[in-house]
Nanobody, 123 residues
Framework: QVQLVESGGGLAQAGGSLRLSCAAS????????MGWFRQAPGKEREFVTA????????YYKDSVKGRFTISRDNAKNTVYLQMNSLKPEDSAVYYC????????????????WGQGTQVTVSS
């Protein structure tokens, strides 16, 4: 079993920054993808960004390209989401996930999920 614990959410002003962390623990950790998803009230969970654990390739939702950066620390089994130039529409609960499937944008291929961390961006 793998446990994912997010941290770093909170309140930011528009144009500000936040950094989320997701620490993994449990059995030998070697996912295919690590991803960040978000869910705003009344909306479906949506893909934000993902990283291939072995190759380090990164993928982003169009609306966050150039503003968000996903990165990792293999030694710490931790993935980060640096969010800059935040907008009110970025407000949501952010979830990290670990998966072994092929489609990084599809939440169904992720096997493990964190509990979520709230990000609120004020205008």
């Amino acid at each position: 079993q793998v446990q994912l614990v997010e941290s770093g959410g909170g309140l930011a002003q528009a144009g500000g920054s936040l950094r989320l962390s997701c620490a993994a623990s449990g059995r030998t950790f070697s996912p295919y993808y690590m991803g960040w998803f978000r869910q705003a009230p009344g909306k479906e969970r949506e893909f934000v960004t993902a990283l291939s654990w072995s190759g380090g390739n990164t993928y982003y939702k169009d609306s966050v390209k150039g503003r968000f950066t996903i990165s990792r620390d293999n030694a710490k089994n931790t993935v980060y989401l640096q969010m800059n130039s935040l907008k009110p529409e970025d407000s949501a609960v952010y979830y990290c996930a670990a998966g072994s499937g092929s489609y990084y944008w599809d939440p169904m291929v992720y096997d493990y999920w964190g509990q979520g961390t709230q990000v609120t961006v004020s205008s």
